[in-house]
Structure formats: structure tokens, C-alpha cells
């Protein structure tokens, strides 16, 4: 499975345009992997994690034309940073132009808060957006298939008004496990777990609050993050050769230095971590 790290920031991504902070000062400075556009993670180029208003740059970089691939999103939850809806409007007739063969709906899975602002915004474009796309609602511990990969929704430990959902992805020969956008999961996920009988492949984890300590709710920090690798570990949900990435960076939440990509990768690769950053690939 290939992992494509399109966006590694948070919600006001890195620096943020309005902020002085040492991190956002930093970023400005050294540029590079310091920059973090929002959260958006790609797998084998044939199945996209969520879509915010940095992605039409992302795309136009990597020269991707998404009227030929990929046509399924999975949506992790509604806020904005992660579902904008709005972008869409870009499918329709007038606006959009392609080929007969490459005429096909994007399939949207998304929790309920999702599928009501997606629903209401494509149905108020009209019957420009009809045969465009294709929503399909998520539930939580629903497991169903999306471009040959089997998908399992847990529920996150994020806004509940946001539908949030973290995703287990397994292909028949290994398994991605994405925990962003979550605090320390639930009990009952853990319970769920449990019973898995063989190791992830990659766990992606939500480092939103870096070096900040004890951050378990909503997001995650550094040391929570550990605690979860190790809580995975003694279940065997994690080996050696399990690939683990950290990711969703924030800016506001550092240490007494100012926070960069060599600094996390510094703090975290003895503990075992890939620091991740935008245009990332892995392959596990």
C-alpha cells in the first residue's frame, strides 16, 4: 500500500497567515517541510482521505487531473479543514468539461453531519450537479468496500456534531489504520481491537499537540500518542514491522523552542515515529 501525505497541518495549517508565534515565524524563515498545508492523505492514488480548500493547489501541483482518478473520497468528518463542500461545485456542467469515458460520479462516504452539507449544497446547484456524485452515508462500525479496499468506520474522540470517524483500511495483504482528527480512542474501540488477530501495517496518528503533555482529548499530543503505541503493542496491534507516522501538526502547542520539521523529527524517531510532511510517500 502507498501513502501519500498531501497535507500534515491543522486547521489553520502552518504558519497560519495571521500568526507571530516561533513556529509560524520559523516556518516563514526555513520554508520547506515546515510549510503544512491542511490535512489530506491520498492511498495508491485511487482512494482520497478528506478535501479542504488546499487541495486544488495540491493537485495543480502534482499535476493530478481528478476527472481521471480517483473517484471515491472518504471523509473523516465536517469541519472544514477536512470536508469543503463548496469545492464541488466545480463537477458541474458549465464549469466542467470531460471526456465521455471519463464521466463518472465521485463516490462521497461521510458521516451524517457530512452527508447533510454535502447533500444540501449539491442539491441547491440543481440538476447541473445531477449524476456528478454519489453520497453515501457512513455509520459507525460500518464495514463495506471502496476500490477494493475494505473500510471499517470507528467512531473518533472529536466534535460529535461533526460526525468524526477514524478509518482501518486493509487491501488482502496489509492494513492502514488513520487515528486523526481523535483523542485517545474509545474503550469500546479498544474492545473492538482487541480481537484483531494480526498487526496494522501503518498506524497514522494525530500529533496536533506535539510536545504539549497530557492532550487526549479531541486531538493528541506526542506523549498520548506513545501511550497509544504502547497500549497497541501489548494487544499485538503493533510489531516491528509496523509503520508509525505522525501527522496533523499544529503550531500553537510547542515547547519553549520554536517548532519545525527537524526539531520533530529530532524528539520523535527515537520513539519509533516518521515525522510526516507535505508531498510525503511512503510505502508499506
Not at 83 to 109: A, M, Q, V
Not at 171 to 188: A, M, N, Q, V
Request: glycine share 8%; proline share 5%.
Amino acid at each position: 500500500m502507498k501513502l501519500w501525505y498531501l497535507g500534515t497541518g491543522s486547521s489553520d495549517a502552518i504558519p497560519n497567515p495571521f500568526c507571530e508565534c516561533p513556529t509560524c515565524e520559523e516556518a516563514r524563515k526555513k520554508k520547506g517541510r515546515n510549510i503544512r498545508t491542511r490535512f489530506q492523505v491520498m492511498i495508491d492514488e485511487r482512494l482520497l482521505i478528506d478535501w479542504n480548500a488546499d487541495s486544488f493547489m495540491r493537485f495543480q501541483h502534482a499535476n493530478v487531473c481528478l476527472a481521471r482518478g480517483p473517484h471515491s473520497i472518504l471523509f473523516t468528518h465536517s469541519h472544514d479543514d477536512h470536508l469543503y463542500e463548496r469545492e464541488f461545485e466545480n463537477i458541474i456542467e458549465g464549469y466542467c468539461e470531460t471526456k465521455p469515458e471519463d464521466r463518472k460520479p465521485y463516490e462521497i462516504y461521510v458521516g451524517e453531519s457530512g452527508y447533510r452539507m454535502f447533500d444540501s449544497w449539491m442539491t441547491s446547484l440543481g440538476k447541473a450537479a445531477e449524476g456528478k456524485y454519489q453520497l453515501h452515508l457512513v455509520h459507525p462500525y460500518d464495514n463495506f468496500e471502496v476500490e477494493g479496499y475494505r473500510i471499517t468506520a470507528f467512531p473518533a474522540d472529536h466534535d460529535p456534531l461533526s460526525s468524526p470517524f477514524n478509518y482501518l483500511i486493509e487491501d488482502g495483504k496489509t492494513s492502514l489504520l488513520l487515528l486523526h482528527d481523535t483523542g485517545y480512542p474509545k474503550e469500546e474501540v479498544w474492545e473492538k481491537w482487541s480481537k484483531r488477530k494480526t498487526p496494522f501495517g501503518c498506524v497514522s496518528l494525530d500529533c496536533n499537540f506535539e510536545w504539549m503533555k497530557g492532550k487526549r482529548n479531541g486531538h493528541m499530543c506526542l506523549e498520548v500518542d506513545e501511550e497509544v503505541v504502547k497500549r497497541m503493542r501489548s494487544l499485538g496491534l503493533v510489531d516491528d514491522k509496523t509503520t508509525l507516522v505522525l501527522s496533523h501538526f499544529g503550531h500553537c502547542a510547542m515547547s519553549k523552542e520554536a517548532f519545525s520539521y527537524e526539531g520533530m523529527v529530532k524528539r520523535a524517531e527515537p520513539l519509533g515515529f516518521i515525522t510526516s510532511f507535505d508531498g510525503m510517500k511512503i510505502e508499506f
